[in-house]
């Protein structure tokens, strides 16, 4: 079994919580006098996608660097059950070079035996003639995510992912995500688009000024906010909404449709529709993510501790 790689070099042997893939204890980043990451605390489960929320200066980049370990940490423990692969936005490759000579190289430098179903996996064989000063940002970064798997990383790193992605790039990016994971890998992805994360992650883990404001999997995030408000796409929004009034449910009109109040129910909405109106689109105003965050926005910033383990 390999041994637990450690960020801080911390002496001693170090025992992974059973069913974590990275840890994070008591975590402190500071840079000229400035404390970025504060006792930041959590953990990321094997074999699952957790979503690093927060705002501009939040600490989210400032932890995936101390991961990297391309800054101190200045107290803590960072520990992962394998060396993580750490993906920064904007890597580059040699321009002259074809995606399939990086994958090439790679594989050889590492001695792969995968190559062919991570190069599948990843959507790399789309473009395996393509060479670096032509690669796209979603190109570029799905060669790096194929090189990170190649390598034989059980634990990957994703800052801000969806940065310069068109819409087709981030519902690639979210199947090669969700294919990572069901290969019993595990994901840790910082990213400002909160409603593309949802859809992919497990667990969640929101920052605030540099410290955990709340941590675990999302089903329980979700269940301790405050329901949005539906919105209906009909055939007939104006019919949809009179009908709606009629059986005693409030509603009002925007340019996306009818709109429920927070607490409606659906189903009764639904059923009261059927038969006198389609019903072509259901969605909800705010995202889950995207209440999280107003949340968490305004929470005060917890300590979190944890008792030292033995060694």
């Not at 930041?40 to 699952?48: A, Y």
């Not at 790193?157 to 995500?177: C, F, Y």
Request: charged share 25%; proline share 6%.
């Amino acid at each position: 079994m390999e041994r637990p790689w450690d960020a801080a070099r911390l002496r001693g042997p170090r025992v992974m919580p059973p069913g974590s893939a990275l840890t994070f204890e008591s975590v402190r980043v500071e840079r000229g006098g400035r404390r970025l990451v504060d006792d930041v605390t959590f953990d990321v489960r094997e074999r699952t996608v957790h979503a690093l929320l927060g705002h501009n200066g939040a600490g989210k980049t400032s932890l995936l660097r101390a991961v990297a370990g391309l800054v101190p940490t200045r107290g803590g423990t960072i520990r992962a059950a394998s060396t993580p692969a750490v993906l920064f936005v904007g890597d580059r490759y040699p321009p002259d070079l074809t995606a399939a000579q990086v994958i090439d190289h790679r594989s050889r430098l590492v001695g792969a035996t995968e190559t062919a179903e991570v190069v599948r996996s990843t959507g790399v064989d789309e473009f395996l003639t393509t060479r670096g000063a032509a690669l796209s940002t979603g190109m570029a970064q799905r060669l790096s995510i194929a090189t990170a798997l190649l390598s034989g990383a059980r634990v990957l790193v994703l800052d801000e992912p969806t940065s310069g992605l068109d819409p087709q790039g981030v519902e690639h990016l979210r199947a090669t995500l969700l294919a990572i994971r069901d290969r019993g890998r595990t994901v840790l992805v910082c990213s400002h688009d909160l409603a593309q994360l949802e859809l992919v992650c497990d667990d969640v883990t929101c920052l605030r000024q540099g410290r955990v404001t709340s941590t675990g999997p999302v089903a329980e995030a979700a269940s301790g906010l405050p329901s949005p408000r539906q919105i209906l796409r009909t055939s007939d929004d104006a019919r949809a909404a009179e009908i709606l009034d009629q059986h005693a449910v409030p509603t009002s009109r925007s340019a996306r449709g009818v709109c429920l109040p927070a607490g409606a129910s659906l189903p009764a909405a639904l059923a009261a529709l059927t038969g006198q109106v389609e019903v072509l689109e259901a969605t909800v105003d705010r995202g889950l993510f995207v209440r999280l965050y107003d949340r968490d926005a305004s929470a005060p910033p917890r300590r979190t501790t944890r008792a030292r383990r033995r060694r």
